[in-house]
C-alpha cells in the first residue's frame, strides 16, 4: 500500500499553505522510488506527473502548481498567473500575492526556502544551493517580494531539507570563493582532511537570511544525504554509483 506523502511544515509559515516534501508517498519505483517530481531524471513521465499532483493535493488541494527552470542563479519571477510547465523561465525563485497558485521548488541537496509575508499576503519559495546563495538568490527573493508590498520585517523564512554539514565535504577551491566574497564566510566551514572542509549549508543560507533583516528564520534541521528512505540526494546516489537521482519538492501558496 503506498504510504501517504509526507508533509514537513513550520509554525512560522502556518498562516500560508505550504509543505516540505520528501520521497515517502508517491509512485515512482526503482533509484526514483517514491515521489520523485523531477522531470529531468529518466523516470517514467507519467509516474512524475503523478507524484506532482499528490504533493499538491497534499498541501494546497486545487491550486496550480508553478515551477521554474532551475539554473543555479540569483534570477527571481513573479508569479501573475501560471505558465505552461514546458514554457517555465530559468529562475531560482518565484514570488507572488495571487491566491491559488503554488510555487513549487525542486531540490536534491540543495535548500529549498518558503517565505510569507502574512499581513501583506505575499509567498515565495527559492532553490538556494551553495551558487545561488552566494550570488544573493535569497536577497533577490526578499527584494521581490517587498515590490509586492512585503516588509522584510514581517517576513518569515524557513530552509528546508537539505544537505548538511556533516554530509557536505568540499575542497579547498570550493572553501576559497566564499573566503573571497567574506573572509567571515570561514564560520561555516569545519576542518577536515588536508585540503578539504566541511560546509553547512543550511547555516549559510539562514545567516544571509538574518543578516537581510528577516523578522523570522528558522531551519528544519533535516539532512537529506544521510536519510535515504525519506529524501532523495544528488551526492548520496553519486557516490553509490546510482543511475539517477530523484528530486523532492517545497511548496507554498496563498488560500483564497
Known amino acids: 500500500m503506498t504510504q501517504p506523502v509526507e508533509v514537513l511544515t513550520h509554525p512560522a509559515l502556518a498562516r500560508a499553505a505550504h509543505g516540505f516534501c520528501g ?6 519505483s ?5 515521489l520523485n517530481v523531477g522531470w529531468g531524471s529518466d523516470d517514467d513521465p507519467a509516474a512524475t506527473a503523478e507524484n506532482r499532483a499528490r504533493a499538491v493535493a497534499a498541501v494546497l488541494p486545487g491550486a496550480r502548481l508553478v515551477c521554474a527552470w532551475q539554473v543555479h542563479s540569483a534570477e527571481v519571477v513573479r508569479v ?8 517555465r523561465p530559468q529562475a531560482d525563485a518565484l514570488v507572488t500575492d495571487r491566491p491559488g497558485v503554488v510555487l513549487g521548488i525542486l531540490t536534491a541537496d540543495c535548500a529549498p526556502v518558503l ?18 546563495t552566494l550570488g544573493g538568490v535569497t536577497d533577490a ?13 514581517r517576513i518569515a ?27 567571515a564566510n570561514e564560520a561555516w566551514f569545519r576542518a577536515g582532511r588536508t585540503g578539504h572542509g566541511w560546509f553547512d549549508l543550511p547555516g549559510y543560507v539562514a545567516a544571509r537570511l538574518r543578516a537581510a533583516g528577516l523578522g523570522t528564520v528558522a531551519v528544519l534541521e533535516e539532512d537529506t544525504y544521510s536519510q535515504p528512505d525519506r529524501f532523495f540526494s544528488f551526492r548520496r546516489a553519486t557516490h553509490r554509483g546510482e543511475p539517477g537521482y530523484g528530486r523532492e519538492i517545497a511548496l507554498i501558496g496563498l488560500r483564497g
Open 80 to 87: 501573475i498567473d501560471p505558465w505552461p510547465d514546458d514554457q
Open 141 to 153: 527573493t526578499i527584494t521581490a517580494m517587498e515590490a509586492l508590498g512585503a516588509d522584510r520585517a
Open 30 to 34: 526503482g533509484a526514483y522510488a517514491g
Open 115 to 132: 517565505f510569507h509575508d502574512s499581513t501583506a499576503r505575499v509567498v515565495g519559495a527559492a532553490h538556494a544551493g551553495w551558487k545561488g
Open 157 to 183: 523564512a524557513v530552509v528546508g531539507p537539505c544537505i548538511a554539514q556533516p554530509s557536505y565535504e568540499v575542497d579547498q577551491g570550493f572553501i576559497a570563493r566564499f573566503l573571497a566574497a567574506d573572509p
Open 23 to 28: 520521497r515517502r508517498g508517491g509512485v515512482s
